[in-house]
Nanobody
Framework: QVQLVESGGGLVQAGGSLRLSCTASGRTFSRYVMGWFRQAPGAEREFVAAVSWIVGYTLYADAVKGRSAITRDNAKNTVYLQMNSLKPEDTAVYYC?????WGSGRDMYDSWGQGTQVTVSS
């Protein structure tokens, strides 16, 4: 497993932007599929985006497609989630995750960060 630490969350007005970062420990970061999930109060944790170990393959949930971009910098052991045109319904705790299998299912990821709060005001 790899240890993950998220940062970059905060309070933003609707229509604004945020960039979340997730830094991993360990020397095998480049071998992991990296993903972002989110969990709103009272809701299930849901997939947001993923990027493969080969840079260039990305996957997005329909709810954020066209408004978000996931990228990774293997030299810095860091994955980013740029979110634009934020909506109040994007409010959630955002979790970074690492796994060995490509996909959007929660059970495909076996390492999780502690989460960072994103709040979008209307």
């Amino acid at each position: 497993q790899v240890q993950l630490v998220e940062s970059g969350g905060g309070l933003v007005q609707a229509g604004g932007s945020l960039r979340l970062s997730c830094t991993a420990s360990g020397r095998t970061f480049s071998r992991y599929v990296m993903g972002w999930f989110r969990q709103a109060p009272g809701a299930e944790r849901e997939f947001v985006a993923a990027v493969s170990w080969i840079v260039g393959y990305t996957l997005y949930a329909d709810a954020v497609k066209g408004r978000s971009a996931i990228t990774r910098d293997n030299a810095k052991n860091t994955v980013y989630l740029q979110m634009n045109s934020l909506k109040p319904e994007d409010t959630a705790v955002y979790y970074c995750a690492a796994g060995g299998t490509w996909g959007s299912g929660r059970d495909m990821y076996d390492s999780w960060g502690q989460g960072t709060q994103v709040t979008v005001s209307s």
